[in-house]
Structures are given as C-alpha cells and as structure tokens.
C-alpha cells in the first residue's frame, strides 16, 4: 500500500465516523443542523445573505456509505456559499495582496507551494475575493485534489472557489471531506470537460456531506493530525522499499555476471586444463594466421601489472589483454552503396540496453544511409564503445553491417562468445570503460583503452559451464521482479 493509499483509507474512516467514537455529551448533527439554520435565518432578516432556493431532499440511493445515527446527511450548497463567490477586478487588487494560482497548491496534501504577492505576477483578470479560514476548492480538474484552508485574506483565480462554512462546522474537518476518496470519485464522476474537467456549481451544491457533531469534527481533525506524521514516515520507508525493490533484480542480475568472471559461480575442474595453456594456443593460432596473410601482426601490448589486476580469480585463469584475444579496433568497412539491399543493418538504438539483445532487425532497404558501416560476422560481439555505460552488448546470428561505434570482435574458436560478452556486460568491466571514456555528451571507449582492458581468462570448457549458469540463474532475477510487481530488463 503506497502512502497516499494509507493517507486515503484514514480519511474515508473519518468522515465515516470511524476514526474516533460517538459521545453522548456532544449532541447530534440534527442539533447542529437546527443551530445553523436558526443562524441563518438571523442574518437574512438583518440582510447579510440572501435567502437561497431550497435544494432538494436527499434520496436513498444517493447516500454513499452508511454514517453513525448522531451524524446527518447535508447537502453541501446548505453548509457553505458553494458557486457564490465575490469577484474583484484585477486593476482594484493591493499590490501586496495574496494572489493564489492553481500551480501554487500541492495536489494532495492540502499545502500552498508558493505565495505570490499582487505585485510579483502580471494579471489583468477579476479574481475570487476569499477571507482566511475559507476553504479555498479547485473545481478544475478535481481529480487533482486541491484544497487549502486560508491563513490570510487573499484572490485566486476564478476556478478556485472560496467557501465559508461558518463558525458550527470546522473548518478542516469541512477540507478532510473534499479532499477525501469519496468526494473526489464524486467530483470526477460528475465533471463536465475532456482536456480540462471541472465541477460545476449545480453538482457542488448538491453533493452530500457527512456532517458529525462540531466537537467530534474537531477530535476528527485532531486524530488525523496525530496519524499523519506516522503516513508520512511510512511514506519514506515505503518509498526506499520500492526503490530496493526496483533495484534489487538488476543488482542480483550484476552480481551473477560478476561472481561468473570472478571463477565464483561454478567450480573449477583440474580435466578442464589452464587458461595458459588455452592463451598459448591462441598465440600459435594467431601466428599462424599471420604467416598465411588472413591477418595483420599487431604490436605487441605491454605485460599485465600488478595494480591493474581488479580482484582475484582462479589459479588456472589466466589475465589477459583483451586486445590480445580479439581484432579490438581492427575493423573492416565498406561504403553504404555497396551494402546488399536485403542486408541486416544494425544501429545503436537497435540493441537493448543491460539485456544483450537486438530490439529491431533493419534491412538496407529500410533506411536511408550514406555513412560507411563495420563489416560483422556471424558469431561475433558487437560492442558499443559510445556510451558505453548503457551496456549494449549482442552476438551476431548472421552477416550484417554495423554503424562505426559499434565494433565486430572476433574471439575465435578459442574464447566462448557468450563468455566475452559476460565479461563486457559485468560491473567491473562497465567501470573500467566508463572510468577511461572520453567525450562529455557523447563519451565513448577509445581504441588504445579498449585493447588494454584486462579480461579474466578461463579455461574454453570452464567457459561454457559459467554461460550454462549464468543462462540459468539470470531468468531468477526475471521472476523476482514479477513477483514484486517491478519491470526489469530481459537478460540474455
């Protein structure tokens, strides 16, 4: 239950009479009623208000909930001046007079945001003219919420309406029912408008209002007040909860890549060899294809040290450069003309982020492109080195074409490519690159950087033992997110 659940269940116990117990001594609504009525009747003899038409008695099926047999059912046009509103030209308002907006109330909460002054905003339209303790209620868009008690005279706009629900109904407990689940299903159900729905005055009058004793409003008002310090530090527990929640799926999916680099999700097994022994096979066969011309030598990179190791691995690992186990930066382009119309065109915003899968396969023929594109082939890591803290990773199931920031690396037959592309989506390797990006909007993985990555080599079976895992334990962290009701990333 989110706060402002809590928040509402406690104002429909309240104006149910739920919220405090029914005293004897205090009276009853119908008293209340009468004392009203007889004051009114006063005041309209001296002149000070008009006598109003009648509304219309309150029938069965309008009364929304039941109340306590001291309580009565009033229409709110009988309690307040609902809709009748005194109105002032702008051109007459005092330049240090309180000017309330719509933006200046909190939906929700029953606060002002901000007090402006007469003199702070340029207005040429008539305003409410409201006295302090009037209920201050914006029948526009009432769904919203937004209702403030008055602490100083003042004008709003004219879709804030002012009312004075005299000195037999307190004032808060009067804001308490406007504000609460039940006046607000009605204000919505009633609301006339599409993009800017509003009360109207007929409907306002004639809401019913569950009216207690005043001395039980009071304890009503006085309750809520004690509970609502207790919502509001529910509402930041609940709200770290949520947040854990959010994250936590996407931390423990980490924590699997992590501890699978580490040589810490599967054990390790002496008939799988030594990552030496598999590195030197990856030197022989790199030297061989050098002699046969199919690749270029490179320079050779400069020996591991020992403050660039990251955390311990395995005793039959081995850390290894990264540009040492793939063609990092050696990429093969070709002009956008001379790509097959029926080709598999990859792009940025095509891959995924965090889950190591391709959102939308494009053709050539698809898109308009005259830039030249990265050559990939079928099996190999296709790495974004642009923006590389949003951890696109994909392994290509066919042929394609590739914008430049994304790089085709070739691991050969020799390192695993579901084992690389575990090593370039864990933390540490999302560290590493952002730690060496360059480029403030855009920051991207240089070539040299990249090379020099340090990457924990296992031995080829041990690989594919830690993809099998991973492959299993990663749906976990899916389901863990369903049962909390929160989205995560597809993974793998």
């Known amino acids: 239950m989110k706060a402002q659940d809590l928040k509402n269940s406690i104002l429909q116990l309240a104006i149910q009479g739920k919220l405090v117990e029914q005293r004897e001594e205090e009276g009853t609504a ?24 009648a509304l219309p008695a309150i029938k069965e099926d309008e009364i929304p909930f039941d109340i306590p047999d001291s309580w009565e059912w009033v229409r709110l046009g009988e309690l307040c001046n609902y809709g009748k509103c005194n109105s002032i030209p702008a051109t007459k308002i005092p330049k240090e007079a309180w000017l309330l907006d719509l933006e200046d109330i909190e939906k929700d909460t029953g606060r002002i945001l901000n007090k402006k002054r007469m003199k702070d905003v340029k207005s040429s339209s008539s305003k409410h003219i409201f006295n302090t303790g009037n209920v201050l209620y914006s ?122 680099i580490q040589g810490k999700l599967v054990e390790q097994r002496k008939e799988d060899g030594r990552a030496e022994e598999l590195y030197q096979q990856i030197q022989e066969e790199n030297q061989k294809l050098i002699e046969e011309g199919t690749i270029k030598k490179t320079k050779a990179l400069p020996e591991i040290t020992e403050d660039e190791i990251p955390f311990d691995i395995p005793e039959n690992w081995k850390w290894v450069r990264l540009g040492d186990l793939c063609n990092y930066g050696q990429c093969n382009s070709i002009p956008a003309k001379s790509i097959p119309k029926d080709a598999w065109l990859l792009d940025l915003e095509d891959i995924e982020k965090d889950s190591g899968r391709v959102l939308n396969k494009k053709r050539m023929h698809d898109v308009k492109s005259t830039s030249s594109k990265h050559v990939f082939n079928a099996g190999d890591v296709l790495y974004s080195k642009l923006r590389p803290y949003l951890n696109k990773v994909v392994i290509a199931d066919e042929d394609g074409y590739s914008t430049s920031e994304i790089l085709p690396l070739d691991f050969g037959t020799s390192v695993y490519n579901r084992y690389a592309q575990i090593v370039m989506m864990s933390p540490y390797f999302i560290n590493y690159t952002v730690k060496c990006s360059y480029g403030v909007k855009m ?50």
């Open 443 to 492: 920051p991207r993985l240089g070539t040299t950087d990249g090379q020099l990555a340090v990457f924990p080599l296992s031995p080829l079976k041990e690989q594919k033992r830690i993809v099998d895992k991973v492959s299993e334990l990663i749906p976990y962290a899916k389901q863990l997110a369903n049962k909390i009701d929160l989205p995560t990333q597809r993974a793998f």
């Open 139 to 260: 029948k526009l868009r009432p769904y919203l919420n937004k209702v403030v008690i008055a602490d100083e005279d003042g004008y709003s706009t004219s879709e804030i309406l002012p009312l004075d629900f005299g000195m037999n109904i307190f004032d808060r407990y009067a804001q308490i029912v406007l504000m609460s689940p039940y006046f607000i299903n009605y204000t919505v159900k009633c609301s006339y408008g599409v993009k800017m729905p509003r009360l109207g005055t007929t409907d306002g009058q004639l809401a019913v209002f569950p009216l207690p004793p005043l001395e039980e409003q009071k304890r009503i008002v006085a309750k809520i007040e004690e509970l609502m310090p207790y919502v509001e530090k529910y509402d930041v527990a609940y709200s770290e909860v949520v947040e854990l929640n959010k994250k936590f799926p996407e931390d423990m999916q980490k924590s699997i890549l992590q501890y699978a």
């Open 30 to 53: 119908k008293e209340l009623l009468e004392k009203i009525a007889a004051e009114k009747k006063q005041l309209i003899q001296e002149g000070k208000i008009k006598k109003q038409k």
